[in-house]
């Protein structure tokens, strides 16, 4: 973030969030969809990182203020080997890899677009399964 001069802001609702999860999968998601974010944005641009716990889900929620996501590539964006980034930098797979892993866990992933600019990336895991 500080490479490309990208603000961020933390919001974590509790101290202790428990969440029965693989940590190296969880980590996988939270860095694809964060590294995703500080792609998008511009300098100065905000990132917003947020954990919250609902009554059977903990729910990761990354929003930037970036380009957002087209309509017609709202349906595609989880697609393995798409992406809108430029040859080279980017091989497609990392939204797939988190859509794959939040599946493993029985969980759920949607992306809407941000207001008034950027995207939205909505976690939920299952606390248990």
Known sequence: MKKNDVKYVLKIDQENLLLKADTIQLTQIIFNLILNAIYYSQPQDLVTIEASETKQNI?????????????????KIFQPFFTTKPVGQGSGLGLSVVHGIVSSHKGSIIVKNNTPKGAIFIVNLPKYH
């Not at 990761?60 to 957002?68: A, R």
């Open 59 to 75: 729910r990761l929620k990354i929003s930037d203020q970036g380009q957002g996501v087209s309509n017609k590539n709202l349906n």
